[in-house]
């Protein structure tokens, strides 16, 4: 899995995120891992996912994967499950380069950075409820993403692949 151009301290299954936990899938008997999913959940639990903002994600995220690549200012370090959305999106902000970069790709640092956060948040759901059965989707989640990860997988992979960003 390559390093994105945003560093970000948490995992979603077969995605271009770096791990912080990428040993042990997130499930509800999984106190820790189960905080980092549910935090900001007020944020994201009506913020729902559809392929549109994936492509507009994956856009933005090859953009950034490419500029990287050229210009080290590129990287920068959000905590998405480990500090509030806004902090998240206030660093992404705060580089004016990034922002650009995003902003010729179509999406905003704000928009950039909740769908990652959803999606993120659907992934780990969606592979732990993979990995054990018995397992439920963490009160506070948007269901409707989960679904929509679990239906549309291999879509989202190809995208990702096809981009170059798994």
């Known amino acids: 899995m390559r390093a994105l151009s945003l560093r970000v301290s948490a995992v979603a299954a077969g995605s ?3 791990a912080c936990s990428k040993d042990k899938p997130a499930t509800t008997t999984d106190s820790a891992a189960s905080r980092t999913i549910v935090r900001d959940a007020t944020d994201l639990r009506s913020y729902t996912l559809d392929m549109d903002k994936m492509r507009r994600y ?27 959305l806004s902090e998240s999106i206030a660093t992404v902000e705060r580089n004016d380069f990034v922002t650009d970069v995003l902003k010729r790709a ?28 018995n ?9 409707e993403n989960v679904e929509f990860v679990r239906a549309h997988r291999a879509e989202i992979e190809k995208l990702m692949s096809d981009a170059g960003l798994t």
């Open 106 to 133: 179509g999406t905003t640092p704000a928009e950039f950075v909740t769908i990652m956060a959803a999606y993120l948040q659907a992934a780990t759901a969606s592979a732990a409820l993979d990995a054990d059965t």
């Open 135 to 143: 397992a439920r989707i963490p009160a506070g989640q948007n269901a």
């Open 58 to 84: 994956v856009a933005a995220a090859k953009a950034l994967d490419d500029e990287s690549k050229k210009n080290p200012s590129v990287v920068i370090d959000v905590n998405i499950g480990n500090e509030p």
């Open 16 to 18: 271009l995120f770096i």
